[in-house]
Each structure stands twice: as structure tokens, then as C-alpha cells.
């Protein structure tokens, strides 16, 4: 009850828009109600493609918090980077998106602030790499409940499997917010659907979701008179991709598998293994996860009984274990990550959400 009375106070408070400012660039804020687990970075690297296919923007760039980092302040994200010094979710997006600036700061404000006008970055204290291009969008990783900033379009997530009105708040569930906050939203996207989902399924997820009606055809959802688009995607997984230049392929056709995962919600990745390898061991971790070399003798000790399965991980957790000193050979050579894209349901879905990038 006082976690919910201080987010009620703290609504009330921004909800007049007097403690709120602007960017001084367009922004698209990918966000979400619950704490983790409805695909934000994927949504983030779908949202820069469509960006850069609209062809508007000559320079987009992106700004996250850089949770569990150990730097300070406004940082670029480069490729070389380790997730320690930025995180593990920026240095993913920013090495499947190298063309694109890549940032952290917890102040957003100033990080917008600093994207939009570089020679600004030449004034911040301990700022490694301040050479970039101005951006003329920001794409903003998290940022729904950092209300100091007013984003130009408000995205926000929802899970397909734990929607936000059948979950609660933080410590008895999941949600960081309150869950009357996604009708604040510009759009909202259930994440994580099933392949294959027809319209009426949609319009029954949209009831359970507090909406008055769907059409499916417009993909607008209508709640008390106010008119969301409704969007529905789902998580596509790729190839198994090398952790370390030294992983040997061969491992890949490996019937036998240990999963080892730190994040949120793994289960997407282990329904989706589970169809081509015999799952023999998984070891999860909490989300951001540090690994150490503790972790990585549990490993070595459970190889011991394997010795001819392969392991695989997720694309963020690659990030952190690559941070990790001396990993033994046998275990870098059959070290995989899987790697995830979102995609809209429909052309007709896309389309919406791509006249909305278009507007702002």
C-alpha cells in the first residue's frame, strides 16, 4: 500500500506536465509497466530500423541508463566496450546497431541534450569518448518512468503471457508502476505473442487488458473514449552465434545442451530450444547477473559429466561473459548466444507504427 500511495503522489505530481521538459530533438521512449521481461531491447533495435527505413532522420541515436554500469554520468557506448562500463544492454544494441550513436546517462535530460549538441560532451567530467554526430532522434531504452523528460511518443510493453491488469505491484509481482499507466501510452504492444494469433484472439487480449473494443483492421484499441493503437508482435530467434572467436561450430549440432541464463525471463528462449535440443541442465542466474569465476567452475564441474554438450546463452548475458577473465578453452569453444528480433504481426501493424515514427 505505500509503494502504491508514493507512485499515486509521484503521478499526480508530473501528470500536470509543469515538472516535465522536452528534448530538444524528437524522442521515442520504449518502456514498460512491469520490472523486466517484455523484450525492451529488441523493441529498441526494431524501432531504430524502421527509423532509419523512414528515411526522415539522418542521425538516430539512443540513450539508456546503462543499468548496474560502473561508469558515471553521460557516456558513449562504443563497440569495444565492456558491460561493465555501460552495461549489458546498450553494448548489445550498439553492436547490432554500429552505425548508431549509442549512450548512457542516467540524467536524460542532459543525455538528450548532449546528443543533440556534441560540443556539450566536450564539458562532461569523465566522459571517455565525446566525438559523435548530432542526433536529430533519440530513442530512449526505459525511460516511461523517468517523468522528468517528455518523450514525443510513448511506447509501451506489455507481455503477451503476464499481462500488466493480471499482475501486481513490486514486491507481490512484477509491476514498477501503476498499472492505470498504459493508457497513458501514445501505442502499446503486447510482446511475445504466439506465432500465429487471430483477430479475435487480439480483440479478447485487448478486453483483458481493459479496453473497451479492437478493430482489427485499424488495430485501434478504444478505452473511455480515448483511441491507443494496439500492436502485436513476436520474438524471432536466430542462428546460434559464437560468444568467443575461438567457439567451434560443431558444438552447435550437439544434441545435448546446458542453458545458462541471467535474465528476466528466459522461458521464450527454452521453448524454443527445447524443439531441437535435449535441454540436460540449465543454470539461471538473476537478471544482470555478474558473472564470476565461481560460476564459471559450475560450469567446468558440469561439463565434466557432459563432455560433449554444447552451451548456450542469450545475447545480453554475452555481453557480461565476455567481461569475464581467462574462461577456460573448453568452454569458450562451444559457447553460444542466441540472438532475438522482434517483428510485427501484420504489414498492416508496421505500418501504423511507422506513421506514428513519422509524426513526431
Same mark, same amino acid.
Given at each position: ?44 533495435? #526494431? ?29 558513449? &557506448? ?12 546498450? @553494448? ?9 550513436? %549509442? ?11 548532449? #546528443? ?7 564539458? +562532461? ?38 499481462? &500488466?491488469?493480471?499482475?501486481?505491484? @513490486? ?16 501505442? %502499446?504492444? &503486447? ?30 484499441? &478504444? ?19 559464437? +560468444? ?13 545442451? @546446458? ?9 521464450? @528462449? ?25 560460476? +564459471? ?37 562451444? #559457447?553460444?548466444?542466441?540472438? +532475438? ?20
Amino acid at each position: 500500500m505505500i509503494y502504491k500511495l508514493i507512485l499515486a503522489l509521484r503521478d499526480a505530481r508530473y501528470r500536470s506536465g509543469k515538472h516535465s521538459q522536452k528534448s530538444p530533438v524528437p524522442t521515442v521512449c520504449i518502456g514498460n509497466i512491469a520490472a523486466g521481461g517484455t523484450g525492451k531491447t529488441p523493441h529498441a533495435e #526494431l524501432t531504430v530500423r524502421r527509423l532509419q527505413e523512414i528515411g526522415r532522420y539522418k542521425s538516430v541515436a539512443i540513450l539508456s541508463r546503462g543499468y548496474k554500469r560502473r561508469s558515471k554520468g553521460f557516456q558513449q &557506448v562504443l563497440a569495444t566496450s565492456g558491460s561493465e562500463f555501460c552495461g549489458d544492454e546498450p @553494448l548489445l544494441l550498439k553492436r547490432r546497431l554500429p552505425e548508431v550513436t %549509442v549512450a548512457v546517462d542516467k540524467n536524460r535530460v542532459e543525455g538528450c541534450a548532449i #546528443l543533440s549538441d556534441p560540443h556539450k560532451a566536450q564539458t +562532461v567530467k569523465r566522459c571517455v569518448s565525446p566525438d559523435f554526430p548530432p542526433a536529430d532522434v533519440i530513442v530512449l531504452d526505459d525511460a516511461y518512468q523517468y517523468r522528468r523528460l517528455q518523450a514525443s511518443l510513448n511506447v509501451v510493453l506489455t507481455d503477451y503471457s503476464r499481462p &500488466v491488469t493480471r499482475d501486481s505491484l @513490486l514486491p507481490f509481482g512484477r509491476l514498477r508502476d501503476l498499472p492505470r499507466r498504459l493508457y497513458d501510452a501514445d501505442i %502499446v504492444i &503486447v510482446t511475445k505473442c504466439p506465432y500465429e494469433l487471430e483477430d479475435s484472439e487480439k480483440q479478447d487480449f485487448a478486453a483483458v487488458l481493459g479496453f473497451e473494443s479492437l478493430d482489427p483492421q485499424t488495430c485501434i484499441a &478504444v478505452r473511455r473514449g480515448r483511441r491507443i493503437p494496439l500492436l502485436f508482435t513476436g520474438l524471432e530467434h536466430g542462428a546460434p552465434e559464437p +560468444v568467443f572467436p575461438d567457439a567451434d561450430p560443431r558444438y552447435t549440432y550437439s544434441h545435448k545442451l @546446458l542453458l545458462l541464463t541471467g535474465i528476466a525471463d528466459d522461458t521464450p @528462449l527454452r521453448n524454443h530450444l527445447s524443439a531441437t535440443y535435449n535441454i540436460v541442465g540449465h543454470l539461471r542466474y538473476p537478471d544482470h547477473h555478474r558473472f564470476t569465476r565461481a560460476d +564459471v567452475r559450475t560450469v567446468r564441474s558440469w561439463l565434466r559429466r557432459n563432455p560433449t554438450a554444447a552451451i548456450f546463452t542469450t545475447e545480453k548475458d554475452a555481453q557480461r561473459l565476455r567481461d569475464v577473465k581467462n574462461i577456460p578453452a573448453n568452454i569458450r569453444e562451444r #559457447l553460444f548466444f542466441i540472438p +532475438v528480433k522482434a517483428f510485427f504481426h501484420s504489414s498492416v501493424e508496421a505500418e501504423i507504427f511507422d506513421q506514428y515514427l513519422h509524426k513526431i
